[in-house]
């Protein structure tokens, strides 16, 4: 759950703070936040701090709720302040939205009130291809962790991260293809993967716990959170606290196959519109999971530095066009190709809830209850209203 909060108030003062809180949130006094400390929670930090990040902070006389540019991290409140990372915890909830800092008076009042936009803080520069690339390659070698693994694929994204962290690798899949394959791209690194591999009963067990974690019954959202809840789990139940994953990398570096049919502007647009979206997309759905799990979750690719360089390569360079082929990330590769095996650069692989088999088990359950998947995974999700 991370965070719970429900205060008392009395005559428009704080009187009390009732506090369920939960690694990874740290919490200072009656300050709360994960990305950042304490110190850093003013008016200035969403300009200032480069990171993805969310806090909350009781005040004598006012209460503070703000997020990164990306809402990376889900955070709601009410007009009783109460505060959570889940919806469910806070009736009539509203969202701090992406960029917001917002001060609220425990009378109900806004003290103060702004939205940081993407670009007053991500600041492409022209395209120099050598000092963008050393410029990632630096973002990434600086990141550290802690008791941390990588959720591994095989794929790009994870092997190429695999090259620059000393961290064992974990992977969970329920297909016996793509077990061997993680298995013969960690051979190729030179290293080992612990390999959960989970099955239909594992799955529909598990599928409750998923849907009431994400807050959403959407087919494609419980999909790609299934494996992604497996590996924290699995993470976890290994003695690991944290987690690397590669999300980012399909929006910044054009990963996503329905890219193959843009070009020029509208290919710009759509890339543009993904990362702007990722949030809402992707990193509140994984961020609620890593809070279930307990997990401290890290995004590499996320680092600002590698989206300010990111936002800077033309498109061409991003899906690139040649003799009828068309290859994407096709800066990542070739810039990965240099650290990594050619094969693993440039490896094929399927989105993960089709590789890992997760979205047609998800069909054969619902099948099996002679139901469309939406409507099977809405009786699942119970009575409630669709929350999204």
Sequence with gaps: MSIVISPTIQNGKLNGLGVEQRYPTKQRGLSFYEGVENTEINRDIVKNHRGLFYAVSFKSDRVILTRDILGSKPLYYNDRLAVSNFKKFVPEFREVLPGEYLELGYDGEVIFQEITEFFEVIKPGEFDKPVIEERIIESLEKKKFGNACLSFSGGIDSSFLAYFYDVPLIAVTASKAEEKRIKDAARL?????????????????????????????????????????????????????????????????????????????????????????????????????SYINEMKLHTPYLDFDIIE??????????????????????FLRELARRYIPTELAYASKKAIQYSTNTYKMLEKVAKSYKAELGDFLRGMHGDQAELH
């Excluded at 070009?263 to 961020?287: P, Q």
């Design 189 to 289: 690194l030179g290293k080992d993967v612990d390999i959960f591999r989970f099955d239909l009963e594992t799955l529909k067990n598990t599928l409750p716990a998923v849907i009431t974690a994400i807050e959403t019954s959407n087919p494609l959202q419980v999909s790609i959170a299934l494996p992604i809840y497996l590996s924290m789990n699995y993470a976890k139940s290994l003695g690991f606290t944290e987690i690397v994953f590669g999300q980012g990398a399909d929006e910044l570096f054009g990963g996503y196959k329905r890219y193959e049919n843009l070009i020029g502007k509208s290919l710009e647009k759509a890339l543009l519109e993904d990362i702007l979206n990722i949030g809402d997309n992707n990193l509140v759905r994984d961020a609620k999971l």
């Design 309 to 330: 360089s990111a936002l800077s390569i033309p498109v061409e360079f991003k899906i690139y066009r040649e003799s009828g082929r068309v290859i994407r990330k096709y």
